[in-house]
C-alpha cells in the first residue's frame, strides 16, 4: 500500500519531524496539522488515506477530533491510530471506542508503528 497519504496531527515540531521522515522512508506521502482547529479542514482538503492523531493538541484535544470526523461523510471511514504521551490505562480504551484503531504510547515504536499503518490500511 506505498504512496498512500498519511495526516499527521500533531503540536510538536520534533515528532511532526520525526514521523515524517519515517513515513517517507517507506514511501508515504505526507500532511500535516498542528491543532484540533486545523486538523479537521486539513483532513477535508487533503483526504488522508489515515490519520495519526495526538490526542493533546491546542485548540482541543485528539478525542474531539475523533467525534467530529464521525460527523464527515468524507472522513467518517478514515483510519486513524493515535500517537500519544498520555497514559494508556486511562486512554487506549477510550480511544479505541472512539473509533481509533490503535494506540500507541510515546516514544513509539518505529516497526510496530509502521506494522500497524499497514494493517489500517488493508481493512
Known sequence: MK???ILI??????IRRGLNVRLRASDYETAFASDAVMALSIAKKEAPDLILLDLGLPGGDGFLVLERMKNIAS????PVIVVSARDPKTNEKRAL????????????DNKDLLVAIQRALMK
Not at 496531527?9 to 520534533?14: F, L, P, S, V
Not at 481509533?100 to 513509539?108: N, R
Open 3 to 5: 504512496g498512500n497519504k
Open 97 to 108: 471506542d472512539a473509533g481509533a484503531q490503535a494506540f500507541f504510547q510515546k516514544p513509539v
Open 75 to 78: 472522513l467518517a471511514c478514515t
Open 9 to 14: 496531527i500533531e503540536d510538536d515540531h520534533d
